[in-house]
C-alpha cells in the first residue's frame, strides 16, 4: 500500500487534473519546501536516556506563515507527518486563512511519560526547531497526545529566546493567550459542516444516529455539541475499545467517566465493541475522529453508514474512497471536516497579535461563519463539475495556492 505521502498526493493529482495545473506548479506543490528532523534527548525519572525522532515538515508558505499541529505518537514518521503538513496546506486555502502548511510530531510513546519527562521532551523538541518557528515564521497547535499544556511548554521556551511571544503557538491556555473557544472548534466545526449538510440534502440533523471513533479532544467536543442538539450519539471509542447503545449513549455520563481518569469503556448502560466494530455499525453519519487510515480497501464495503464525517487527518485511504463513492456513500473530506481548529487557531492568532481577546460567542459566530462558507464552496464546485467533495475541496485548494505562487513569482 501507497505510504501517507502517496497517498494524499493521489488526492492532489486528482484536483490538479481538474483545473489542468500545469506540470511547473505540480511539482511545486507535490513536494515539502523544507523538512527537518532531529534527536530529541529525554532523561528518565529512573535515570536512563531516552532518544526519540522529532520532525517538523514545512510544505507550502505561499499564502502565509506555516501553521501545522505537533503529535507525540509511535507512528508518527517523515511521510506521516509530510502527509499531515500536506493536508494543512489544503485546508489553510479551503477555508480561505492567511496560512500555509505544516506538521510536528515526536515518534514516541507518551502514555507511559511522566509529566516531567514530557516537559522536558517538549521543550528539548521546541529548542531544536526554534530556528524555523515565529509568529510570522511558523505557528504549532496541538494535535494528537498533545494539548494545551504541551503549548504553553512550547510557547514558554520559544519566549526564552525570543521574549514573549503568545503569537508563537495557539491551542495555549487561556491564562497566558489562548483563545475562549479554540479547544472545541475543531469538534464543533466539523458538526456545523454536518448540519450544512444535512440542511443541504434535506436531511433531518435530529433524525441522524452517529458513530464517533475516537474520544479525544474532538471526538468529545463533536459527541457533546451533537448531544446539546438533541442528536442521537449511539457509539464512541478510545484507544482501549468502544461502547454502543442503539437508543443514544449519555454523553454527560461517559464524559464523567472520562474526566475522572477513566475510559469510555468504563461508562454503563452501553454494549462493548472493538474501534473495528464501530466502523461496521448500523449508523446513519459515521465520525472517523482518531488516527489515519482507518477506512481502507479491506473494510469500506462494510461501512453502514450513509455518510463519513472526516473529523481526523486522512482516515480514508485512496482505495477506500473508491469504494464508498462507488457505493454511494457521501464524504465529507477532512480537509474541510476537521478544518475548525486551524480557523480557531487563525482567530487565536489574530488575537495574540492585536492583545485583544474576543468573548466565545463572538469566536463561535465567526467560526461558523468560515465553516459555513467553505462547505457552501465546496458543494456548489462539486455540483457544478460533478465530482465528489474532496475532489472539489483539493481543486479549490490547488487553485488559490498556485495563484499565491504565481503571485510571488515562484511559479
Known amino acids: 500500500m501507497a505510504n501517507a505521502f502517496e497517498q494524499v498526493n493521489e488526492y492532489v493529482q486528482i484536483g490538479a487534473d481538474l483545473i489542468d495545473l500545469s506540470d511547473e506548479l505540480r511539482d511545486v506543490i507535490r513536494t515539502s519546501h523544507r523538512e527537518i528532523s532531529v534527536q530529541v534527548p529525554v532523561r528518565r525519572d529512573d535515570g536512563s536516556l531516552l532518544m526519540v525522532r522529532g520532525y517538523r515538515v514545512q510544505h507550502n508558505g505561499a499564502r502565509g506563515p506555516y501553521k501545522g499541529g505537533i503529535r507525540y505518537h509511535p507512528s508518527a514518521d517523515l511521510d506521516e507527518v509530510r502527509a499531515l503538513a500536506s493536508l494543512m496546506t489544503w485546508k489553510t486555502a479551503l477555508l480561505d486563512i492567511p496560512f500555509g502548511g505544516a506538521k510536528g510530531g515526536i515518534a514516541v510513546d507518551p502514555l507511559g511519560m511522566s509529566r516531567r519527562e514530557l516537559e522536558t521532551m517538549t521543550r528539548h523538541f521546541t529548542d531544536r526547531i526554534c530556528h524555523l518557528l515565529g509568529p510570522y515564521r511558523d505557528i504549532p497547535a496541538p494535535d494528537v497526545n498533545t494539548d494545551a499544556q504541551t503549548m504553553a511548554w512550547m510557547m514558554d521556551a520559544y519566549s526564552a529566546r525570543e521574549g514573549y511571544t503568545p503569537a508563537a503557538v495557539t491551542g495555549k491556555p487561556l491564562d497566558i493567550g489562548g483563545a475562549p473557544g479554540r479547544e472545541a472548534a475543531t469538534g464543533r466545526g466539523a458538526v456545523y459542516v454536518l448540519a450544512a449538510a444535512c440542511e443541504h440534502w434535506g436531511l433531518d440533523l435530529g433524525k441522524q444516529r452517529v458513530a464517533i471513533q475516537g474520544f479525544g479532544n474532538v471526538g468529545s467536543w463533536m459527541a457533546m455539541e451533537l448531544a446539546a442538539r438533541d442528536v442521537k450519539v449511539v457509539a464512541v471509542s478510545d484507544v482501549n475499545g468502544g461502547i454502543h447503545n442503539a437508543g443514544g449513549l449519555d454523553i454527560e455520563a461517559v464524559l464523567s467517566v472520562v474526566r475522572a481518569g477513566g475510559s469510555v469503556v468504563d461508562a454503563a448502560h452501553a454494549d462493548m465493541i472493538s474501534n473495528d466494530e464501530l466502523l461496521r455499525l448500523d449508523c446513519d453519519v459515521l465520525v472517523p475522529a482518531a488516527l489515519g ?57 489574530s488575537q495574540n497579535i492585536q492583545q485583544f481577546r474576543w468573548k466565545e460567542s463572538r469566536f463561535n459566530e465567526e467560526l461558523h461563519a468560515k465553516m459555513i462558507e467553505a462547505f457552501n464552496a465546496v458543494v456548489t464546485f462539486a455540483e457544478a463539475h460533478d465530482v465528489s467533495l474532496r475532489t472539489a475541496a483539493f481543486a479549490l485548494a490547488i487553485e488559490r495556492v498556485a495563484r499565491a505562487e504565481t503571485l510571488r513569482g515562484y511559479a
Open 293 to 349: 487510515d482507518v477506512l481502507t480497501g479491506d473494510n469500506a464495503d462494510e461501512v453502514r453508514a450513509s455518510m463519513v464525517v472526516e473529523a481526523a487527518n486522512h482516515p480514508t485511504t485512496p482505495e477506500a474512497d473508491k469504494v464508498l463513492a462507488d457505493r454511494g456513500v457521501r464524504v465529507i473530506p477532512d480537509v474541510l471536516a476537521n478544518g475548525g481548529g486551524v480557523t480557531g487557531s487563525y482567530f487565536e492568532w
